[in-house]
């Protein structure tokens, strides 16, 4: 009824499990699940799904997340089982085993179905996007940016993205894999960190004392050893709080756009963590649904190949909201979606009382004053061209 059409000459595959929305890491942990199944039902109501293929994503088996995690560590997450009375506090519990068990990363019931989804619909999509079938293939239920080979890490405990940017190693010689979220990817960056097969941007807010995970820093380029394949080829963009949608576009656009001409990428992974938006229970920034799809609008037209990735979010409403402009651009279909959320949809009906007219773009929360000076923004595109000066592909 939206008349939202197959883009012509692209193809994009949308992978999501159902079963996978329905884990809780308990009452009032910050990471929600259901906000994929708020986002599909948007999704849904805009009609996008008749745009594109869409897939249940299966889980992924032990042997493939064996490619990245160890087998002990993949042992015991199979094996653990939650609390019979959940703790909140870590003093309670001093020995957490590859750091499971803690507030952060709490056992909670079909845990390891939960992340064998996740990881199964971005091995989907790299699988999609190797054997071309998919221009773009969107696994919003993956992003799981900071879990280490033998280790869990804030919210994530399985990392899909290294998964599935090893898939596509097997296809294409050089992998951009891009970090939107609000927190550093510190996973896949040192996953990658010794070959320069891969180069690892990240965008984030820093403040090593006071905000996870604290690593992230301009000057961090990659192994100091000139003899090291990966030295330069990690890029970080540490921010501070409140940024906006014109200094982070004119950011991400020279950032990117260097690279691109230097590494000259085969293939990107696009992580498009929502809790970059203003009013994010999390998050510190001040974009907009506008400037965070501005980045997948950027990527799009590069015209490589590419994966897109969720990840953090936790004002569910909003990663909606992103989530769903990022799928609509991905299809094209920008202009011919209406901005006033769909009337018929379980997701009006949730937020009735809250907003009368919900728009698309109009995002829920307070702006947070800008900490961002123009200046630093400079010196930062300045140490990125630097730095580039010794990536030459
Ligand atoms: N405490 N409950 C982003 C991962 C961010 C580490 C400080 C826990 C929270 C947070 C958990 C219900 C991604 C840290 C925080 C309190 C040690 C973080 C459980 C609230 C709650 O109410 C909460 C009892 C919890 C956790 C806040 N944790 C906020 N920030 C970070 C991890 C993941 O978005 O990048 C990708 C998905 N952890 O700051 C502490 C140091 C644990
Ligand atoms: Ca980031
Ligand atoms: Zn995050």
Known sequence: EYGIVRPKGYNVTFHTNPEMEKHHFGQTHPMKPWRLTLSKSLIMSYGM????????????????????????????????????????????????????????????????????????????????????????????????????????????????????????????????????????????????FSTDRVMTCSFHKYDPCNFFPGTGALEDNGPKNEMNAGAHHAVNVPLNDGITDDQYAWLFDSVIGKIVETFRPSAIALQCGADSLAGDRLGRFNLQVQGHGQCVAYCKKLGLPMILFGGGGYTPRNVARAWSWETAISLQCEDKIDKTIPEHTPWREHFRQEELLPSLEQILGEARPNKNPQKRIQEIVQHVHEQLRFVQH
């Open 49 to 192: 799904p008749f745009a594109m293929d869409n897939y249940i994503a299966r889980a992924a088996n032990f042997e493939e997340l064996n490619n990245y995690h160890t087998q002990d560590y993949l042992d015991y997450l199979g094996t653990v089982l939650p609390e019979p009375v959940p703790r909140d506090v870590e003093s309670a519990n001093p020995d957490l085993k590859f750091n499971l068990g803690g507030s952060d990363c709490p056992l909670f019931e079909g845990l390891y179905d939960y992340c064998s989804m996740s990881a199964g619909g971005s091995l989907d999509a790299a699988r999609k996007v190797c054997n071309r079938e998919a221009d773009i293939a969107i696994s919003w239920g993956g992003g799981l940016h900071h879990a280490k080979k033998a280790e869990a890490s804030g919210f994530c405990y399985i990392n899909d993205i290294v998964l599935a940017i090893l898939q596509l190693l097997r296809c294409y010689p050089r992998v951009l894999y891009i970090d939107i979220d609000v927190h550093h990817g510190d996973g896949v960056e040192e996953a990658f």
